[in-house]
C-alpha cells in the first residue's frame, strides 16, 4: 500500500471514512484493530490468536480514537473537537414529558418497524434496587445524545408495562429466531442510578464524540466492558441475549466463504466499484492509491481460518472468553469478569 506519516494528521482518516485500521507491534507480537463490517470481534481475536502463533489480539471498540491514543497521538487533529451541542436546558427538559420524549427520539430513529428493534437492550438498576432490561433499539451515540433521566423514565414506563427482550420471560429472542444472526443485540447498556455508572458493552465499533456524556449525563462514570455481555447477564439476571457460540461459529463461517468468493471475483473493490458506476453513466476518477491495491491472498489464509473454525465447531465449543480491547484512552484491558 502507500506509505503514511504517522505524525501528519492529514495522513489519517477520520471516523466518518475510516473503516478499519490494524496496528501491528513487532516487539510485543500484538496485533490490535477494528473494522466495520467482520465476524463478532470475540471469535476474531480467537481466530487470530490461533492462526497467528505467538501473537496477542487485542479489539478496538471506540473505532480511531483508541486506535491514535494507543499510538500516542492526540486524536483531535485527525477527529475534530467535540461538538458542543445544546445545553440540557436548551434541549427542553423541564418543559416536555421525559417518557414522551424518549420514546419519540427512540422510535424515531427506527421508524421503519414495528416498535422498537434489536439492535440494542438497556438494564437500569433503580434507586430502589429493582432492575429491569428492556429493549432500546438505538446505539450508543444516541443515548449519549439524550438527558439520562429521559432514558431511566423510558425503561421505568416498560418496567411498569412488563416490556422486557423479545422472547417470553424477557429472553432476547424467540424460539423461531434463535436461528437468525441479525435478531440478536449488537450492544447493551447497564445503568447503576444509585451509584451513577454508565457501563456498556458492543459487538461493534463506536466511532461518535464521547464527550456527550459529561453534557447528558453528569457525574455518571463510563465504564467500557468491551464485548463482555455476560457481565449485563450477570448484573440484570437475565440470560439468552446472544446466540449459542456454535451458531455464531457457523454464521461466522458462512460470512467468510461469501468474503473469500467476493475477493475472488473482485481483486480491487474500488476499481470494481468505479466500473459499476460507469455502466449507470456515472463518471468517476479513481486517487492513485487505488491503483496500488495489493489483493489479500484470502483463499489461501481462508482456508486455515475456515479449518480453525471447523475445529471449534467440531469441538461443540460452549464459550469463547470476552475480547482484550482497547478503550477510550488507549489503555489495553484485560478480559474479567468484572467492570474495568
Not at 449488537?186 to 461518535?208: A, C, I, Q
Not at 467440531?314 to 472468553?321: F, I, N, T, Y
Request: charged share 25%; hydrophobic share 40%.
Amino acid at each position: 500500500m502507500h506509505r503514511l506519516n504517522a505524525e501528519v494528521a492529514n495522513e489519517w482518516l477520520d471516523d466518518t471514512w475510516a473503516e478499519g485500521a490494524l496496528v501491528l507491534d513487532l516487539s510485543l507480537r500484538r496485533l490490535c484493530w477494528f473494522e466495520s463490517e467482520g465476524l463478532p470481534p470475540r471469535i476474531t481475536s480467537t481466530l487470530l490468536e490461533q492462526t497467528w502463533d505467538g501473537w496477542m489480539a487485542a479489539w478496538v471498540p471506540v473505532g480511531m480514537r483508541g486506535i491514535l491514543r494507543f499510538l500516542g497521538l492526540d486524536p483531535i487533529p485527525v477527529l475534530g473537537q467535540p461538538v458542543k451541542g445544546e445545553s440540557r436546558d436548551e434541549a427542553g427538559i423541564g418543559l416536555l414529558s421525559p417518557h414522551w420524549v424518549c420514546s419519540a427520539k427512540i422510535n424515531g430513529v427506527v421508524e421503519e418497524k414495528q416498535g422498537i428493534s434489536n439492535d440494542s437492550l438497556m438494564s437500569v438498576r433503580f434507586a430502589d434496587g429493582t432492575v429491569w432490561t428492556t429493549a432500546l433499539g438505538v446505539w450508543l451515540g444516541v443515548v449519549a445524545e439524550l438527558p439520562w433521566e429521559w432514558v431511566i423514565e423510558f425503561v421505568r414506563q416498560a418496567q411498569a408495562d412488563g416490556r422486557a427482550g423479545a422472547g417470553p420471560g424477557g429472553a432476547w429472542a424467540t424460539d423461531t429466531e434463535r436461528h437468525e444472526e441479525s435478531n440478536w443485540a449488537l450492544e447493551g447498556f447497564y445503568v447503576d442510578v444509585p451509584n451513577r455508572r454508565f457501563s456498556w458493552w458492543s459487538k461493534v465499533h463506536e466511532t461518535h464524540h464521547f464527550d456527550s456524556f459529561r453534557r447528558n449525563w453528569p457525574g455518571f462514570t463510563i465504564i467500557e466492558l468491551g464485548d463482555n455481555y455476560e457481565w449485563q447477564e450477570r448484573s440484570a439476571g437475565i440470560s439468552g441475549i446472544q446466540p449459542p457460540v456454535v451458531d455464531a461459529l457457523r454464521w461466522a463461517r458462512n460470512d467468510l466463504v461469501r468474503a473469500i468468493e467476493r475477493g475472488r471475483q473482485e481483486a480491487n473493490p474500488a476499481a470494481s466499484a468505479a466500473a459499476k458506476l460507469a455502466e449507470q453513466g456515472v463518471k468517476v476518477e479513481l486517487s492513485p492509491w487505488t491503483e496500488v491495491h495489493v489483493p489479500a491472498a484470502r483463499r489461501i489464509a481462508g482456508k486455515r481460518v475456515l479449518a480453525e473454525i471447523d475445529r471449534l465447531i467440531d469441538a461443540d465449543v460452549k464459550q469463547l472468553s470476552p475480547v482484550r480491547f482497547l478503550n477510550t484512552k488507549g489503555d489495553l484491558i484485560e478480559p474479567c469478569d468484572g467492570e474495568q
